[in-house]
């Protein structure tokens, strides 16, 4: 949309942002371009694509809808969730440290600890983030950056995003957020003055479960320019077919967030009351602890609800195999309701020992409750309980 244009709400925006229909040829949805090159007009006359690690029509559409649908100025879209993060890592020099929350995406915190200390010689403090006094402890002189992600993966924590912007902002540090598991219909954390906002599009900014891919957006122009030179330096760049998938994605993505969040509420209810689950994590629930923050700085709770059930593998076993409508599969996100063991999973890349300490025991289970009716995803869960 122009700039002329009166302020829509998100789920217009997620329609209409990025204003990609085809100023050449009418086309409503833009076309998936699939050169690699671009012809020069002349001798030292570059068009304004010149190859397509650097820049690609369709992935600059899906770039400016996800730009503004974070209000930042300017989104990179990359391969994966995991290219998208390691790209924000490529700020940091050698000796660099970083600080993150204790208990993230298992992912981000292999990329941290057994990659990026070893191949960049970054440093890094895992703190728990309820506290913001744990957090300005652990800042040092050399401290560039400040990871969150909230709601966490998979224990569904929830990071105060404005007071942590504020503490970053006040030493001078970066600030990221992983905002996946919210979406930008949910929460907008450079709204709530933070630099960088990274999504692993493979989940609800795709929504289908076909498509692989990750974005960072940022609020300042100066920033954006030096992660896509970073970018096009180190290529983890999103392809032409899953930008187009991404973006036909949102079209759908606040309808599907209304749908995801009231099934993931009802779930997560129903859970509660049952014996059978001896703890349900969901940040919509009055007896989380961040219930309060998450209903400040979220329009919803998302569609994640995690809980633990009684009991050890072999009636985890047992639950898992009895589902029909759950699918026992990595992920999240998707319109189809997932359902995952963190253990061996999404988080299993983390010793034992470490997984337990961070309360990722053995009997949790986390729900991505899809937008199926909610009474089947209730009756799926009621069978499968009583196995
Ligand atoms: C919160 C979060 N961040 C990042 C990632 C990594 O994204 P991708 O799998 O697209 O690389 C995931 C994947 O599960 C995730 O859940």
């Known amino acids: 949309m122009n700039d002329s244009d009166i302020e829509h709400k998100l789920a217009t925006r997620c329609i209409h ?9 009418g ?23 010149i190859y397509a690690r650097a820049s690609n029509p369709t992935r600059d559409a899906l770039e400016r809808c996800v730009a503004e649908l974070e209000s930042g100025v300017r989104g990179l879209a990359f391969a994966s969730g995991m290219a998208a993060t390691a790209n924000v890592l490529e700020l940091l020099d050698a000796g660099d440290h970083m600080i ?14 057994q990659v990026r200390t070893r191949t960049s010689a970054l440093e890094f403090s895992f703190v728990d983030f309820s506290d913001p006094a744990n957090v300005e402890q652990a800042i040092k002189s050399n401290t560039r950056l ?31 957020v992983d905002n996946t598991f919210a979406t930008p219909c949910v929460q907008r954390p450079l709204e709530a003055g933070c630099d960088i906002v990274m999504h692993s599009t493979t989940k609800y ?38 930008a187009y998938l991404v973006l036909r994605g949102i079209k759908t993505l606040a309808l599907r967030m209304e749908r995801h969040q009231a099934n993931a509420m009802t779930v997560a209810k129903w859970l ?18 961040r219930h309060e923050i998450a209903t400040r700085q979220m329009d919803g709770y998302g569609g994640v609800v995690s809980f633990v059930l009684r009991g050890g593998l072999g009636e985890v076993g047992a639950f898992l195999n009895a589902l029909r409508v759950f699918t026992l599969a990595e992920s999240l996100g998707g319109v189809e309701s997932l359902v995952g063991h963190p253990a061996t999973m999404s988080h299993s890349s983390l010793p034992a020992e470490e997984r337990a300490k961070l309360g990722i025991t053995d009997n949790l289970i986390r729900l991505s409750v899809g937008i199926e009716h909610v009474d089947d995803l209730l009756a799926d869960l009621d069978l499968a309980l009583d196995m």
């Open 205 to 242: 900014l795709g929504g289908h479960s076909d498509a692989l891919g990750g974005l960072i957006v940022v609020a300042d122009e100066q920033l954006g320019k030096q992660l896509a030179s970073l970018r096009s330096a180190v290529g983890g760049v999103a392809g032409p077919f899953d």
């Open 100 to 113: 993150a929350p204790t208990s993230i995406y298992g992912g981000s915190l292999r990329l941290f600890r």
């Open 146 to 176: 400040i990871w969150i992600e909230t709601p966490t993966n998979p224990l569904l924590n929830i990071i105060d995003i404005e007071a942590t912007a504020a503490l970053a902002r006040a030493h001078d540090i970066l600030i990221a």
């Open 17 to 25: 942002a990025g204003d990609t229909v085809d100023a050449a040829t």
């Open 27 to 49: 086309a409503v949805m833009p076309a998936i371009a699939t050169s690699t090159i671009y012809r020069q007009s002349a001798f030292n006359e570059p068009g304004e694509h």
């Open 272 to 289: 509660a009351d049952r014996p059978q689950a001896e703890r349900v994590y969901y940040p919509g629930l009055d007896e989380h602890p």
